[in-house]
């Protein structure tokens, strides 16, 4: 693992779009693995950027996002797909039939799941991968579990991740409790993994999942296995270390 530490936020957001910059220039055909949550904001905001200087083109790109919740339309303020069109989608010249997220609202869930794996692999697979980490260890939704989930599944959303998401809808009631991700298979088939942290809350956390023991319980741990990480922290998360 490639572990960069940086002074804030933005530093953070440049470093790792110069990442996505990388593949999106030298590829062909660039697949782009994206994520959501407030980590990866700075990197679309300095990708945004890169396009309007007329550095990159993302017409020829195809993404593929981790993770959406089940029980709220693609519509709804707070889908991942809102999300994703609102933060970069509509900002760059991206093809939107080429940006994938999975369906949770699938009518066959598990059929959708097998299709989602089967798109990356006909894409050719991700080329590099962002990921945030959730305060329990998660990436994508992978929650702390006994196994590490290896494809796309429908997972149960634990108590401290729905108290983490009420501050993004009315109530806690609202907040939906379960969501489709990609599994940690399907993350760690990502031929390059940037995990981007922010924060002193999450210094903990950190130190867990890169330097603690393998386990499912802190699923952030298996990248430690992956021979293509590049950990970008600001100060506050790589404080522990
Ligand atoms: C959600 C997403 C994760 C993300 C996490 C952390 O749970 N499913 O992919 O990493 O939020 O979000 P933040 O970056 O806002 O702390």
Redo the contacts with the bound molecule.
């Keep these: 693992m490639k572990i960069v530490v940086l002074k804030d936020k933005k530093a953070q957001g440049q470093a790792v779009a110069a990442l996505f910059a990388a593949d999106v220039l030298t590829n062909q055909h660039p697949v782009l693995g994206f ?6 904001l700075p990197t679309y905001a300095a990708l945004i950027d890169l396009y309007k200087a007329n550095v990159l083109d993302f017409s020829n790109v195809t993404t593929f996002n ?2 959406e919740y089940v029980g709220i339309p693609a519509a709804h303020e707070q889908s991942y797909y809102t999300f994703m069109r609102e933060n970069l989608f509509t900002k760059v010249n991206v093809d939107l039939s080429r940006c994938h997220l999975p369906n949770a609202n699938a009518a066959d869930p598990a059929l959708e799941c097998r299709q989602y794996e089967q798109a990356i692999t006909k894409a050719g697979g991700i080329d590099i991968q962002l ?4 305060l329990n260890g ?4 992978n929650e702390p579990s006994d196994v590490f989930p290896d494809q796309t599944n429908v997972v149960a959303l634990t108590d401290s ?1 729905i108290e ?2 009420t501050r993004f809808f009315a109530s806690r009631q609202e907040v939906p409790r379960y ?1 489709m991700t990609m599994g940690i298979g399907t993350i760690l088939r990502a031929k390059k993994i940037v995990l981007v942290i922010s924060g002193k809350d999450k210094a903990e956390i950190t130190k867990a999942a890169l330097q603690g023991p393998i386990v499912p319980q802190v699923p952030a741990s298996i990248l430690q296995t992956h021979h293509n990480v590049v950990v970008v922290l600001d100060e506050g998360a790589a404080s522990l270390l």
């Design positions: 994520a959501t949550g407030s980590s990866p981790l993770d990921l945030g980490i959730g998660h990436i994508g939704f991740t983490a998401n969501a």
